[in-house]
């Protein structure tokens, strides 16, 4: 189907436009070369003005994604502060900050030091399977 509104829309090259259907249907009839199968074609379009040759080709075979007839939904507000806080909009924030808000009872540094115990018992695992020896 899209070859044969392909190979139309090369016969209706040259067509004036805006044009009628019927004005389309003439014009195909004295080109000489494929006005036959033209014709049958522009038979089954609507009875309208088109403004050019693509708006002949998706009446015939729509390529064109539908325009939604449905309301676009607004956009909501926003959900509160942006990632980082007041830092987002900040030229020079400082990184690794602690946060004002830290849970106190598991400070940063604590946490740090729990995770350098966990990777040190891991690493010393990895050495022993493999059998490589401290040094």
């Known amino acids: 189907m899209y ?3 392909a190979t139309l829309q090369a016969v209706l090259e040259g ?21 036959g199968g033209a014709v049958r074609l522009l038979d089954r ?14 009446e015939l075979a729509a390529v064109q994604p539908q325009k ?38 598991n ?5 740090l030091e729990e995770q350098t115990k966990t990777q040190n018992k891991q690493q010393a695992k990895q050495k022993e399977m493999l059998g490589e020896e401290d040094g």
């Open 15 to 35: 067509v004036p436009l805006p044009a009628q259907k019927r004005d389309l249907i003439r014009y195909a009839r004295e080109q000489k070369e494929g006005g």
């Open 68 to 105: 939604s007839t449905a309301d676009s939904q607004l956009p909501r507000d926003e959900s509160g502060q942006p990632p980082g806080g007041d830092n987002y909009l900040k030229q020079g924030p400082t990184p690794g900050a602690v946060r004002h808000d830290a849970p106190p009872d």
């Open 45 to 58: 379009i609507r009875d309208r003005e088109y403004s050019s040759l693509d708006e002949v080709g998706e």
């Open 107 to 111: 400070p940063p540094q604590k946490a």
């Open 3 to 5: 070859s044969e509104v």
